[in-house]
């Protein structure tokens, strides 16, 4: 059974910079899309991004704009979400979560247990 884990969170200033990790455990994370969200407090979960099992299809949360990068290594089995210029409003738990298919955009049926992310001067 596959399983996903989330690295790279913490406390960062407004403005600044972190780099998300997912690792995936399992021979297949090549085989599928990966997919990245968000859920603050009081808030449901949003969808953040998505890239495709050879890295194409790469979709960002319109709001979000060029702050958010995502990528994936699979020699690695890791998926990255860079994220940039951090907003108050990006505090939240981050997951990653695996698509169904490879291309993504659809269902995400394993997930992470999630980072959490904190952005505050």
């Known amino acids: 059974q596959v399983q996903l884990a989330e690295s790279g969170g913490g406390l960062v200033q407004p403005g600044g910079s972190l780099r998300l990790s997912c690792v995936a455990s399992g021979r297949t994370f090549e085989d599928y899309a990966i997919g990245w969200f968000r859920q603050a407090p009081g808030k449901e979960r949003e969808f953040v991004a998505n890239i495709a099992y050879n890295g194409g299809n790469i979709i960002i949360r319109d709001a979000l704009g060029a702050r958010f990068t995502i990528s994936r290594d699979n020699a690695k089995n890791t998926a990255y979400l860079d994220m940039n210029d951090l907003k108050p409003e990006d505090t939240a738990v981050y997951y990653c979560?695996?698509?169904?298919?490879?291309?993504?955009?659809?269902?995400?049926?394993?997930w992470g247990q999630g980072t959490q992310v904190t952005v505050s001067s």
């Open positions: 979560a695996r698509g169904d298919s490879r291309y993504g955009g659809g269902e995400y049926d394993i």
